[in-house]
């Protein structure tokens, strides 16, 4: 698969999240966005990928060895290094 999105819908709110991959056989992440719902806090993990998760009103999240916790509720997007 080239492309996965993916969201579901409570009575709190709203998650979705959209990952594609770089092609080919290897599954490399090539972009990835998420929006979560405000108030909340959650971690990322994507074993391998190298990059920081950005937010417009957050503070950017370097991932260290694939990992990320203490992320704001909102929309996030990774840049890929």
């Known amino acids: ?9 409570t009575s709190l709110g709203s998650f979705s999240t959209s990952i594609k991959s ?3 056989t290897n599954g490399t992440v ?3 966005t998420f929006v979560t719902l405000s108030g909340t806090t959650g971690s990322v993990t994507l074993p ?7 937010s417009k009103g957050s ?5 260290v060895n694939g990992y990320a916790k203490g ?11």
């Not at 391998?48 to 950005?54: I, P």
């Not at 503070?59 to 991932?63: R, V």
């Open 71 to 81: 992320l704001a509720g909102g929309n996030w997007s990774l840049v890929v290094r």
């Open 22 to 24: 770089s092609g080919g």
């Open 30 to 32: 090539a972009a990835m």
């Open 1 to 9: 698969m080239a492309q996965i999105e993916i969201g579901f819908v």
């Open 59 to 63: 503070k950017d999240m370097e991932l």
């Open 48 to 54: 391998g990928v190298k990059g920081k998760l950005t």
